[in-house]
């Protein structure tokens, strides 16, 4: 279905002059949402601000996977009672996946009855309709769906970046891993169509856009429900024809899912960067089946082995989460040594965190708070010492970078990324801003390079 943006129409003209703010919580879906959610605000006639103060619409765009990310937006709710109370006229939105966990709407509004519109992940395209409602009629609006819709295509959307830009290609997971709440709040998996996907990134291009991220939770499974025959390889083959089109990236694979003709493409496709993100969770056989990952370690070893041989360069990034319910000490030392033996160039790790009505929320041998913290810390150190020695590797070299903006540190640097995705600030001049260039690696930090021009 075609989004239409005509039947809002009529609130362009009031809206001019008019502010909103948005915050953002959570993984790229939920700031490739964000960004549509800001780009139907603009095309109502808003502009977008980085100042609360200034705003006549606060917009909290949530994530339930942890807890702590729920934590933060009830800080944040409560935060908004003195902006409230200042302008009574201020519009205050929340959405995104916290909204579609049973019982949290009615808990928000019980709690923070001053919010104005609650919606969830299934309808956020119907943002500007509430918005209307909400100003026309004075009315508080609470609409969540139990269920996935079809695909809304043409959102308008307004880009962070205008040299790289994210690209959903399907919605949802049927995984059903035990300890996570995606499912539940995401829906079940579908893809776009090809011709939508191909449209959009051409698009893209046509605007300048250098590289993209395909984005999906289980990008391997793309296709499956289509009427097209199609799979996520030949996917990647079709995006590489693109022409101007430089780099091309995705996340997330499935271990269960990534296959032989996935690493080919990566392979033989001169536009797909050297870079797999490729969540483990566990290096333990037994915590594996126990999060229902369908995977073992020995398969998960020979991906990341087959990566290495057909891909040198590859970098390999991973998720893990330690404190599983269940997890002992033999379970946890599996997954120190599966970080030693991949030497990941990055990883995202965390503690776990029990989720309602998940299968690993009901489990008995909940490991303590303590323990999970140790094991957390121990899980750190291992792998940033495989960081910082895969980041030396680069002292000395030439790498070519797609220049992204100034460094997030130091606003007179400028920062981009290597092709297999490490970040590299170096002094140059704005001008550069969108380029691909090539760099002298002078130094390895932590957790970046530093560059110089050639
Ligand atoms: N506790 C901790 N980490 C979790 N993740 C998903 N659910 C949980 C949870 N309940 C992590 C996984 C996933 C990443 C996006 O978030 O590692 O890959
Ligand atoms: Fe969650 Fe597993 Fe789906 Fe990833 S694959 S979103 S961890 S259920």
């Known amino acids: 279905m075609e989004f239409d943006i005509k039947k809002y129409k009529d609130t362009k003209k009031s809206n001019t002059g008019k502010h909103f703010f948005i915050t953002t919580y959570g993984c790229q879906m939920n700031e490739e949402d964000s960004e549509k959610l800001s780009g139907m605000l603009k095309r109502i006639g808003y ?25 933060k937006v009830f800080g944040n709710l409560g935060m908004m009672k003195k902006y409230k109370r200042k302008n009574p006229d201020l519009i205050i939105g929340i959405c995104g996946c916290m909204m579609q966990q049973e019982g949290m709407a009615d808990k928000v509004l019980k709690t923070f009855p001053y919010v104005d519109i609650i919606f969830g992940t299934h309808n956020s395209y119907k943002f500007p309709e509430y918005l209307n409602r909400v100003k026309t009629e004075g009315v508080q609006v609470k609409e969540i769906l139990n269920k996935e819709t079809e695909i809304i295509e043409g959102i308008p959307i307004d880009r962070e ?14 995984n059903f891993c035990t300890y996570c709440i995606v499912p539940y709040v995401r829906g079940r998996e579908r893809s776009r ?3 939508e996907i191909i449209k959009e990134i051409k698009e893209l291009v046509s605007k300048g856009y250098k590289e993209i991220t395909l984005l999906g939770q289980n990008v ?3 296709g499956k429900g289509l009427e097209e025959t199609i799979d996520f390889a030949k996917l990647l083959r079709l995006i590489n024809e693109i022409d101007g089109l430089e780099r091309v990236r995705f996340m997330t694979s499935h271990p269960k899912d990534l296959n032989e003709d996935v690493i080919s493409a990566i392979k033989e496709c001169d536009k797909l960067c050297e870079q797999i993100h490729l969540p483990v969770q566990s290096g333990s056989n037994r915590i594996l089946k126990e999060m229902n990952r369908h995977y073992d370690r020995e398969r998960y070893m020979y991906l990341i082995n087959k990566i290495k041989e057909e891909i040198p360069n590859a ?20 997954t120190l040594s599966l970080v030693k033996e991949v030497g990941y160039n990055a990883a995202y790790t965390f503690i776990y965190s029990r989720r309602n009505h998940t299968p690993a929320d009901r489990m008995e041998n909940q490991v ?22 895969s980041n030396k590797e680069y002292e000395g ?17 400028l920062m981009g990324r290597t092709r297999n995705g490490k970040l590299v600030n170096f ?12 760099l002298k690696i002078v130094r390895a930090q932590p957790f970046s390079l530093v560059g110089e021009l050639l």
């Not at 893990?320 to 599996?334: K, R």
């Not at 303590?368 to 910082?388: C, M, S, T, Y």
């Not at 070299?397 to 640097?413: A, F, Q, Y």
């Open 397 to 413: 070299k030439i790498v070519e970078i797609l220049v992204e903006g100034p460094s997030k540190n130091d606003e007179t640097k």
């Open 220 to 222: 391997n499974s793309y």
């Open 368 to 389: 303590p708070d303590d323990v999970k913290h140790e094991r957390f810390n121990k899980l750190v150190q291992a792998v940033n010492e495989g960081v910082i020695r």
């Open 161 to 174: 970046n205008s040299t790289k830009a994210f690209v959903t290609i399907m919605y949802g997971c049927n």
């Open 315 to 334: 970098t390999i990034t991973t998720d893990i989460i330690v404190g599983f319910p269940g997890e002992t000490e033999e379970d946890f030392n599996d």
């Open 47 to 71: 502009t977008k601000t980085e100042s609360i103060e200034d705003a006549s619409i606060v917009l909290f765009n949530t994530c339930c996977v942890r807890e702590n990310a729920e934590n």
């Open 193 to 195: 169509k090809s011709e």
């Open 427 to 438: 002094a140059g001049d704005k001008s550069l801003i969108g380029q691909l260039i090539n």
